[in-house]
């Protein structure tokens, strides 16, 4: 029996990969060639189609089955956020819960690889990023599985200040993370790992965090992404200040490590709409 996504009775068919569309397919007494035809017209050749009635070139009678059948919407856009300065969020409603919790998942390794698929969307896997807070056995399955980009929200150089701003360190501490990353990559070619650091005002943005950032990093093939911190009600966190960002990062540029460096934009808007995998709250 398939494991198949379902949006009410019907089957979503924009949560299959290739091979199981081909097996439910098959399953209605059509030819896996017809399952390649349908695929490309949900992937590929700019269609993305939306519904039955875009399925141009497709039997009738598999139209009617997938009329019936079949669901094709995965998302809906909620929401459309303008800051002042331009930037713009679009917020989404996600059928596949796991994808909205931002955790790495049998949903979330499964749209990669659609995304990747060479009949499918045809991304470089090096333009697909998986962003994680450290799950640290989804991150080996992901490292095996996939040739996707991993993103780790590293946020703190410290387990007893990374205690506090994200609660996942209480499972899966700075050691075990850094540990298994260090270990796994050993096993990837020319493949770095993105460690995302939110700076917080006098909680981890001291020269001491930088060396120690340093320290932590040894022996992983990674880039270092410094991101200023988006302040919003209820956060007793601060963004750190633009220059000391920039010294920051050069003292890990001096060391030798790759860093980017991203300010805040679209401070207005973007603070009101929070990720669920966000950091901690400040305790009162």
Known sequence: MLDIPMKGSKVLIKGMRYHELEKWVQSYGYRPAQ??????RLYGNNIWAHCSEELEGL?????RMLAEHAEFKA???????????????????LCLMAMLCIRLSENVIKAADI????????FSPRKVTISTSGLVPQIKRLLKESNCALAVSLNATTDEVRNWVMLINRKYNLGLLLGTLREELRLKHKYKVLFEYVMLAGVNDSVEDAKQLIDLVQGIPC???????????????????????????????????VVLLRFSRGDDQ????????SLAQSPT
Do not use: Y
């Open 75 to 93: 998302l809906e856009l909620k929401d459309m956020l303008t800051a002042s300065d331009g930037t713009r969020k679009v917020n989404m409603s």
């Open 59 to 63: 039997n009738k009678d598999f139209k």
């Open 223 to 257: 880039k270092i992404n410094l991101i200023s911190f988006n302040p919003h009600g209820g956060s007793q966190f601060k963004p750190t200040r633009d220059e000391k960002m920039v010294e920051f990062r050069n003292i890990l540029a001096k060391a030798g490590c």
């Open 115 to 122: 995304l990747v698929d060479e009949h499918g969307l045809q």
């Open 270 to 277: 973007m603070a009101a709409w929070r990720n669920p995998g």
């Open 35 to 40: 399952a390649l035809m349908l695929w490309k």
